[in-house]
């Protein structure tokens, strides 16, 4: 934009008036935007997403097709601009709109806030679970070939709610009124957390529900593009229930569940908890007994194996348990590999707190799964360049890190008659990132 008048006066350098102005004409701050079009491109995430929409508007009215428009959003959501207001100058932006192929000098620049909630009301819940299977297909995709194993993980997280929202409830455990998302990673042989799906659930949703359909639909692409490859799923207490536990044994799966505890685990455990009782007059804190049991509950269909780990602190017994169908394993590593599906607490994070996945403000329930669905997809995105960073001193780089140091550079942006320039700072220090980003995505 080359109309604003905004002028900042600041103090005076060697006896020189220093002004800033906002009339630099095609300059961009986020030159980083071509990055995540190349992503974009590599792995067709948004022809993928567009292609699945039903868009009912009259297409001989329309300036701006759908996958413009879902890359607009996606992009500017993994830049930091979750907000819808802030397209309406972003439109403009000449990185963005090269971005989303047009040209920086056109005069059909790219949607307002407007355009985007249309868009976002407009999808129905088809088009979200159209959407959402899309999502799925690009990220098994990019799971090596001859992966041999993969771990799926189910989290649920809490979304503040701020208003009247539509599904919006009272949880006493948060404490809140909310949403309360389930997603489901995945990790396969390379070590690669990504996230899978995302889905958005009223705030007095138990911690399970959901997690069925999910099941389905990853199970059943996983087993299309790696035959013959281990799933194993991995969860909290909230999903050592029967309906979850009986789904894996109908998909094939291999799972490790917390569970909660009640009076017959107890006493099943007493055994493990008096050996723990006896070691802890020795060793103290932090001394741990582990061992394991057959156990069935009323609504189970059969006996599962229970492990067990008792530890004492401060004088304290705290028993916890894990339901599993792997033999594989010892009780005490059954209970420690559990344990390390902790490290996806980092992962939500980045979904929550870099990539502002909490944006859920529309009325309809609807149209925030769709907010949540877009942000899901800028975060496979985020995955994709995480992915081609591999080798490079940014290689355990997260969201955050990314964006700042790789997406947000400055540059000024020339169309030519036959070549668009973005001229970049000369004193860049992450140059050889860019090379090495463009080799990977590009070349």
């Not at 959407?131 to 979304?159: N, S």
């Not at 006493?172 to 899978?196: A, E, K, M, N, V």
């Not at 668009?420 to 090495?436: E, G, M, N, Y």
Request: proline content about 3%; glycine content about 8%; aromatic content about 6%.
């Amino acid at each position: 934009m080359t109309d604003s008048t905004l002028t900042l006066d600041f103090p005076a350098v060697s006896g020189h008036q220093v002004i800033a102005r906002f009339d630099g004409g095609d300059i961009t701050s986020d030159a980083g935007m071509i990055l995540l079009s190349a992503a974009d491109r590599k792995i067709g995430l948004t022809s993928g997403l567009a292609e699945v929409v039903d868009d009912t508007r009259d297409q001989a009215k329309v300036d701006h097709p759908m996958q413009i428009l879902l890359q607009e959003r996606i992009f500017a959501i993994a830049a930091g601009y979750e907000d819808a207001n802030d397209l309406n100058r972003l439109r403009f932006d000449p990185a963005l709109k090269t971005a989303c192929g047009r040209l920086p000098e056109s005069n059909l620049n790219l949607g307002g806030q407007s355009t985007m909630s249309r868009l976002e009301n407009m999808l129905r819940k088809r088009d979200l679970v159209r959407l959402a299977h899309v999502l799925a297909e690009k990220v098994v995709a990019q799971l090596p070939f001859g992966t041999k194993r993969v771990i799926l993980d189910a989290d649920p997280t809490v979304d503040p709610c701020h208003g009247q929202q539509q599904l919006e409830f009272f949880n006493g455990f948060y404490d809140d009124h909310c949403y309360l998302p389930l997603l489901l990673y995945i990790t396969g042989d390379d070590g690669r957390q990504r996230l899978i799906c995302a889905l958005l659930r009223p705030g007095n949703s138990g911690t399970a529900k959901g997690l069925r359909a999910m099941l389905h639909v990853v199970v059943k692409l996983l087993r299309k593009r790696l035959p013959g490859v281990r799933i194993i799923l991995r969860g909290d207490s909230g999903f050592g229930v029967a309906n979850v536990i009986r789904t894996c044994h109908r998909l094939g799966i291999d799972y490790v569940l917390g569970l909660a505890t009640n009076k017959v685990l107890q006493r099943l455990s007493t055994p493990v908890q008096m050996d723990a009782a006896l070691k802890y007059r020795w060793e103290g804190d932090g001394c741990k007994e582990f061992g394991e049991f057959q156990y069935g509950a009323k609504t189970w269909d059969k006996e599962e194996r229970i492990v067990v780990k008792a530890e004492i602190t401060k004088y304290k017994l705290n028993p916890r348990y894990v339901v599993t169908n792997r033999t594989d394993l010892s009780a005490q590593r059954t209970y420690e590999w559990y344990c390390e599906r902790g490290d996806r607490e980092n992962r939500i994070k980045e979904f929550k707190v870099d990539l502002s996945s909490g944006r859920t403000s529309c009325h309809k329930f609807m149209a925030n799964q769709g907010r949540l669905l877009l942000h899901a997809a800028a975060s496979v995105l985020m995955t994709v360049l995480q992915k081609s960073l591999d080798g490079t001193r940014w290689a355990a780089a997260q969201v955050g890190t990314i964006r700042t140091r790789i997406l947000k550079v400055g540059a000024r942006v020339v169309e030519s008659c036959r070549k668009v320039w973005l001229h970049l700072p000369t004193a860049f220090p992450d140059q050889d990132i860019w090379k090495s980003l463009h080799q990977q995505l590009v070349e």
